[in-house]
């Protein structure tokens, strides 16, 4: 069975494709990351262009698609954490919600913390 | 009228499977099931498929309605406008017109070792178990075996060797009941390559489980098990026993 | 014809012969155990069974107790030595599937808990939620997985028993998928295939039960005993006939007719019980013969409520709540909603008694022996008798247990007095290839299986319901007589070998007409009033002529011959049934 052959037969496939496939801006962001500390380590000519490198349009939109990408793996990924990590207080069942909105408060959280330090 | 277009095959006559046309009666209370039996009693007796219960427990009926995989007796035919496409479950050979070789799926339930393995041999009368502990694994326990999960789980398309998802939930249902031991004697099938971790979280085997099983959550939990068990395995071997 | 070997041949896959089977492959490891069913055996109808199954271990509970209420509840037809038997089993067995995971419900200290049931002074119904049958079967099932000495075949439609020198030694059995029939020779033979509802038009019962069993063993000279007891339970859907359990009454669920009045009263299972609050053996929990005849009666008086699918009463649970309907009676909310468009939560749901369950079948003594040397039977399908004229709700699921291993423990002792098992019955087997043959390649013939299949089920309707008369009852043996031979004009439309549902439905019909004959024969005969056969000519119970079991004998093409047996009576006199609350509060 090809991959054609199931992706696009119902809208979940597509869904879970997408999320798949964010796996490959991630990777890429990663590499220009990697590419970025090995320019800091060249000194400041090479790190100047690096910084040239992320503003030229090419960039932003990879950059932009990246977030997008990155933003539903992580919505999509921490919506289904209550189902790995059910959490049982007596006859019932800690609801969905406060797992997941469990993950949303600590990415928040993490988010601030490195934009802070980032500003 | 409604119209049904059903997949037709009989190894005997035909080199590969094609469609008949059928035009049944509109009836706002019937479920394609009833269509189907419409079919066989009034227009062609030679159509062949599984039912028996009409209530969604015996978990004979699965079959591929416009192209998902659903109980044919929980289908009702007045959520469906023009021709009501209708074929055997995907994922599994086809034996006859509706009818799939379950072989492969019923040999992945019994490997997979679905039964108690006591902790300790019972007292007087039955083992203890608080509501709370039943609740732990009950969810598990309600898989009607209709594999329409299988029929969604792209993964089992693509790696046939796949335990499954009920397969893999039935292992799991009995690894969380309070009265049983055998985690590790089931852990070889679930544990292995083609076992939990073929999974890749698709979740479309929950989306359409008629019982609200949700297998998805089971091979998850089992994955996250097998990862502790193989941290205390590997960094506190002191533990095993 | 490929012959298989086996030492013991289970025909049928549901709770009664999965226990069979178990227990023999406990008692004897070596033993050779073919389990065959024509379908897989998470299919059999056990699944479809929701409210529980009854078994005593409450301390205030007693055996005695359970004896008189199920004596009283087969309105003393049951034979009292094989109750006393079965209800000293019953707790044992249960327990023992506990031990097997079982996922009974439980008090909150962790011991199995139990639930009201219908003609049950006390409870002591053990349940798994409102599926407690689908659990019983899938442990049962995934237990057998264990043991590799039990060899299955799926999907091998049995059609006929082998019997040479008087005994039973085998069968023949279609393999579905190949459509190839084959021997299987076997050193006894244990019938476990369930009951025969599908004879009539509006039923609980899945396709799969038609009456297989019962008529194999009918052909090979057993007789069918007291065929004329057919069960309704009061609260099929008017929609599908599907199955909603006891256990809504159980719980507290109310029964109104369309003034709102819980009518019950008013045919001496009264005076009304609080809402909410059921007093055992009265008004709701009323036995079933008598709360599907009140709705009888209720309909001729005009107070029946009016659906699209005829005339239904109320089944009333909104005052359980919602937190204990969906805790207690998830299936039944969900069947409510999905086929009838009535959440339980907010309004009543209709409902209407349907044909459920056959306390008639295969005659068998107390350690479920037939007359036929080699050949045992538990289950539906066979009558012990337990039940008598009338079961009480979640006696049947414990009934499966506790006579599928004694039928499988009876079966060993014949084998051991046997000895050596002689190969067998090549002839007979050669014989029932031909029979199909025949039946596949027939031409000309002018009936279909649907055409007579519809007349049977509206004949058995019409003249077979609640309640029965001379004229009715004889214009259906009339009836039944005419559908048998017209059978044999039968004409295929599928002559293909490969799954042909065509064949199997037209043995499945042949199945269902000889034990309709059966039903309505004995029937016509039974010239009283007693527990679920009601003749509005002979509305009092006899006891001087009828304290007896029909038994039914096959004749081939001609009707059955009727004989009668005594009924084993011990401790209990037959008495009367009294389901008021004054009973109730005096015997409290």
Redesign the interface.
């Given at each position: 069975m090809s991959t054609r052959e199931w992706v696009f037969r119902h809208p979940r496939y597509v869904r879970y494709m997408v999320r798949e496939f964010s796996c490959l801006f991630i990777a890429g962001w990663t590499a220009l990351m990697v590419w970025g500390l090995k320019q800091l380590a060249e000194g400041p000519a090479a790190w100047a262009a690096f910084l040239e490198l992320l503003r030229t349009p090419a960039s932003i939109v990879f950059q932009l698609a990246t977030l997008a990408f990155a933003a539903y793996h992580s919505i999509t990924w921490f919506n289904l954490t209550p189902k790995a990590l059910p959490l049982q207080v007596g006859e019932s069942f800690v609801p969905g919600w406060v797992v997941a909105g469990a993950h949303f408060a600590g990415w928040a959280i993490v988010s601030a913390l490195v934009l802070a330090l980032a500003l | 009228m409604i119209q049904l277009e059903v997949l037709r095959y009989?190894?005997?006559?035909d080199q590969e499977p094609r469609f008949q046309r059928y035009e049944v009666p509109f009836r706002d209370?019937w479920v394609v099931l009833d269509a189907l039996n419409h079919v066989?009693?009034?227009i062609?007796?030679?159509?062949?498929?599984?039912?028996?219960?009409?209530?969604?427990?015996?978990?004979?009926c699965g079959m591929m309605i416009n192209a998902e995989p659903k109980l044919a007796c929980?289908t009702f035919v007045r959520d469906y406008s023009g021709v009501i496409r209708v074929e055997p479950l995907r994922h599994f050979p086809v034996?006859?017109?509706l009818?799939t070789?379950?072989d492969d799926f019923?040999a992945k339930?019994?490997r997979v070792?679905?039964?108690?393995m006591?902790k300790e041999a019972?007292a007087n009368?039955?083992?203890?178990?608080?509501?709370a502990?039943?609740k732990r694994?009950?969810q598990f326990?309600?898989c009607?075996?209709c594999m329409l999960c299988y029929a969604a789980c792209p993964e089992y398309g693509l790696i046939p060797g796949y335990l499954g998802p009920a397969a893999i939930t039935?292992a799991h249902r009995?690894n969380r009941?309070s009265?049983?031991g055998g985690r590790e004697a089931r852990q070889e099938e679930i544990a292995a390559k083609e076992g939990a971790w073929e999974c890749s979280f698709v979740g479309a085997c929950s989306e359409v489980c008629p019982e609200h099983v949700d297998p998805a959550a089971a091979i998850q939990q089992v994955k996250i098990e097998n990862t502790v068990d193989w941290y205390k395995d590997h960094l506190m071997p002191w533990l095993k026993k | 014809m490929e012959t298989i070997s086996a030492d013991v041949a289970i025909v049928g896959a549901g709770g009664a012969g999965l226990r069979a089977a178990l227990a023999l492959a406990d008692a004897a490891p070596k033993l050779r155990i073919a389990l065959i069913s024509k379908?897989?055996p998470?299919?059999?109808?056990t699944?479809?069974a929701e409210g529980g199954a009854a078994g005593v271990i409450k301390p205030d509970d007693s055996l005695a107790q359970h004896f008189e209420d199920t004596v009283g509840g087969g309105d003393w037809l049951s034979d009292q030595d094989a109750v006393e038997y079965f209800i000293r089993e019953a707790p044992k067995e249960l327990?023992q599937l506990?031990?097997?995971?079982c996922?009974?419900?439980?008090?909150?200290?962790?011991?199995?808990a139990v639930r009201p049931f219908g003609g049950m002074k006390l409870m002591r119904t053990w349940f798994a939620a409102d599926?407690s049958g689908?659990?019983i079967l899938?442990t049962l099932f995934?237990?057998s997985?264990?043991y590799t000495s039990i060899r299955r075949f799926?999907e091998y439609y049995a059609t006929d028993l082998l019997v040479e020198d008087g005994r039973c030694r085998g069968l023949t059995a279609i393999e579905m998928?190949s459509g190839q029939m084959r021997h299987f020779d076997a050193g006894a033979v244990i019938l476990a295939g369930g009951g025969a509802g599908r004879m009539f038009a509006f039923t609980t019962n899945?396709?799969?039960k038609t009456g297989d069993a019962m008529a194999l063993a009918y052909r090979a000279g057993v007789p069918l005993k007291d065929m004329e007891f057919v069960q309704y339970h009061p609260t099929g859907l008017p929609?599908?006939g599907?199955?909603l359990t006891e256990a809504c009454r159980g719980e507290g669920g109310v029964l109104l007719n369309r003034h709102g009045r819980r009518f019950l009263q008013d045919y001496g299972m009264g005076p009304e019980t609080p809402l909410g609050h059921p007093v055992l053996k009265t008004m709701e929990l009323g036995p079933r013969d008598r709360v599907s005849q009140a709705f009888w009666h209720e309909q001729r008086k005009g107070n029946a409520v009016s659906t699209?699918?005829g005339d239904a009463m109320l089944l009333d649970m909104r005052h359980l709540g919602e937190k204990k309907i969906d805790e207690r009676l998830p299936?039944v909310r969900?069947?409510s909603i999905?086929?009838m468009g009535v959440d339980p939560v907010k309004d009543p749901v209709p409902v209407r008694p349907v044909v459920h369950y056959m306390m008639g079948g295969i005659h068998t003594d107390i350690k479920a022996a037939t007359p036929l040397a080699g050949l045992f039977a538990a289950g539906e399908c066979a009558c012990v008798s337990i039940n008598g004229a009338n079961r009480l709700g979640s006696n049947s699921l414990t009934e499966l247990l506790v006579f599928g291993r004694r039928a499988a423990l009876s079966s060993l002792e014949y084998l051991e007095s046997q000895g050596a098992h002689r190969g067998a019955a090549e002839g007979a087997a050669e014989k029932a290839l031909g029979r199909i043959r025949e039946l596949l390649q027939r031409a000309g013939g002018g009936e279909?299986?649907?055409g007579l299949r519809?007349e049977m089920m509206h004949a058995m309707e019409q003249h077979a319901g609640i309640y029965r008369s001379g004229e009715g009852l004889a214009a259906a043996c009339a009836k039944l007589a005419e559908l048998r031979r017209r059978y044999r004009n039968l004409q295929?439309?599928?002559r293909?070998?490969?799954?042909?549902?065509?064949l199997l439905?037209a043995l499945e019909l042949g199945s269902m007409l000889d034990c309709a004959e059966a039903v309505v024969q004995s029937a016509a005969a039974r010239k009283e009033s007693r527990g679920a056969h009601q003749r509005l000519d002979f509305p009092e119970r006899d006891d001087r002529n009828y304290l007896r079991h029909s038994l039914a004998y096959y004749r081939g093409a001609e009707a059955p011959g009727i004989d009668y047996r005594d009924v084993v009576i011990t401790k209990s006199k037959p008495g009367v049934r009294d389901y008021s609350g004054e009973h109730a509060r005096a015997h409290a």
């Open positions: - | 009989n190894p005997e006559t209370d066989k009693e009034e062609d007796p030679t159509l062949s498929y599984r039912w028996s219960c009409h209530m969604a427990v015996c978990g004979s929980k034996e006859r017109d009818i070789v379950i019923v339930l019994a070792k679905p039964w108690l006591p019972p009368g039955e083992y203890r178990q608080t509501p502990q039943l694994y009950k326990t309600l009607i075996n039935l009995w009941d009265r049983d | 379908v897989y998470m299919r059999s109808h699944c479809a327990l506990e031990h097997w995971g996922p009974w419900s439980r008090e909150p200290d962790g011991s199995v599926k689908f659990h899938h995934q237990t997985l264990k799926d998928r899945g396709a799969i929609s599908t599907t199955l699209r699918w299936l969900d069947m999905s086929y279909s299986v649907a519809k295929l439309h599928d293909t070998n490969v799954y042909n549902t065509d439905q």
